[in-house]
Antibody
Framework: QVQLQESGPGLVKPSETLSLTCTVS????????WGWIRQPPGKGLEWIGY???????IYNPSLRSRVTMSQDTPKNQFSLKLTSVTAADTAVYFC????????????WGQGRLVTVSS | EIVLTQSPGTVSLSPGERAALSCRAS???????IAWYQQKRGQAPRLLIY???SRATGIPDRFSGSGSGTDFTLTISRLEAEDSAVYYC?????????FGQGTKVDIK
């Protein structure tokens, strides 16, 4: 059974960079697409983007200028960096695995609440 | 960007009843590219349905999906208390993936 676990700071100051890592167990990160989704408190899901072998990334156009995703195969991890954060970036951040071929999300992490506040 | 609009916002039903949740796309979407997720309070979303009507592993047959073009439906027959959750539709035809805003299902 594939398991995903988000890790990283739960509090980030405005204008700084949010950094999260997703550690995958039960399967290799190679060969799959991996995504990040966020959910502001009390609101719906927002797709952030995906990474596939680090050189294949697609980001939400509304976040593209601030987002970077990468994959670390030896560590079986992938990561998210979001620069110049504001209070609007406060959310639960989920990492998730795409099904074969990069379609729907078949496995999700439990989520990591990140609060942007001074 | 393909916008997905879900209705109703909230539905309140009794155990044993049937729920029909709607998802309307802003443009035609191949039925191969619509999924549904269930999110219970404080939990991550869980995949229910993919390719409009295929149930994910372990999902009971009370959950079914249908639709084509711009109109898709998730039906939950014989509601149970554990079905209380928010349900999201999701399109993956476009490289810019989007979700609907969710429908909350309350069990009376």
């Amino acid at each position: 059974q594939v398991q995903l676990q988000e890790s990283g700071p739960g509090l980030v100051k405005p204008s700084e960079t949010l950094s999260l890592t997703c550690t995958v167990s039960g399967d290799s990160v190679d060969g799959y697409y991996w995504g990040w989704i966020r959910q502001p408190p009390g609101k719906g899901l927002e797709w952030i983007g995906y990474v596939h072998y680090s050189d294949d990334t697609i980001y939400n156009p509304s976040l593209r200028s601030r987002v970077t995703m990468s994959q670390d195969t030896p560590k079986n991890q992938f990561s998210l960096k979001l620069t110049s954060v504001t209070a609007a970036d406060t959310a639960v951040y989920f990492c998730a695995r795409y099904s074969r071929g990069g379609k729907y999300f078949d496995f999700w992490g439990q989520g990591r609440l990140v609060t942007v506040s001074s | 960007e393909i916008v997905l609009t879900q209705s109703p916002g909230t539905v309140s039903l009794s155990p044993g009843e049937r729920a029909a949740l709607s998802c309307r796309a802003s443009e035609s979407v191949s039925s191969k590219y619509i999924a549904w997720y269930q999110q219970k309070r404080g939990q991550a979303p869980r995949l229910l349905i993919y390719a409009t009507s295929s149930r994910a592993t372990g999902i009971p047959d009370r959950f079914s999906g249908s639709g084509s073009g711009t109109d898709f439906t998730l039906t939950i027959s014989r509601l149970e208390a554990e079905d209380s959750a928010v349900y999201y539709c999701h399109q993956y035809v476009d490289s810019f993936r989007t979700f609907g805003q969710g429908t909350k299902v309350d069990i009376k």
